[in-house]
């Protein structure tokens, strides 16, 4: 686990095992997000997620004051939440909307976050490609650093909350 925070420190991607897909990191930087989107071949206009520690930290960073508690239980079932970025977090997001959860798991991972603070996150795969499952092939695809594990295979729901609730995934 040291090695992966050294990795995010020096604004690297990584890939660690989540609750849900296998997935790759950076941090959360502008240059983080170019690297993570050229990695991917994904195309810029396309959000990242961010993955915080805490419901509380997500929930500080979006504006879904007028729905707090539906939006508190979404990120507790493990889902994600698209929404509009607070006026007072605008520059370090660098986005007007943004995609947002907290995992459920494991807890490598959620240390990880806990030490490095919110990271840009999305699936281990090319865009357009399946979501790779486990650690060696995910460094084997990417040439990275990687967390040992495997994941489970199945996506987070996704919720916009930005004029209302409805779920788009």
């Known amino acids: 686990m040291k090695k992966i925070i050294e990795e995010i420190n020096k604004g690297n991607i990584v890939g660690m095992p989540t609750d849900t897909v296998f997935g790759l990191f950076v941090s959360k930087t502008k ?7 050229s990695l991917k071949k994904r195309p810029i206009d396309q959000p990242l997620q961010v ?4 419901i509380t930290d997500a929930l ?14 979404i990120l507790q079932e493990g889902n994600s939440i698209i929404g509009k970025v607070r006026s007072d977090y605008k520059e ?13 798991g ?6 990880v976050i806990y030490q490095t603070g919110p990271l840009y996150a999305t699936s281990a795969n090319v865009s357009g490609e399946e979501p790779i ?8 695809k990417f040439g990275i650093v990687v967390l040992d594990g495997e994941s489970k295979n199945t996506n987070s729901q996704i ?8 779920r788009v995934r």
């Open 133 to 140: 499952q486990n650690s060696k092939d995910v460094s084997d």
């Open 60 to 73: 500080e960073v979006i504006d879904v004051d007028n729905h707090y508690n539906e939006a508190e239980k």
């Open 31 to 37: 240059n983080g997000m170019n690297k993570l989107n």
């Open 106 to 111: 494991p807890e490598k991972l959620l240390d």
């Open 51 to 54: 993955v915080f520690a805490s």
């Open 92 to 104: 370090e997001y660098f986005e007007e909307t943004l995609l947002v959860r907290v995992p459920k």
């Open 159 to 166: 919720y916009e909350m930005i004029d209302e609730i409805k």
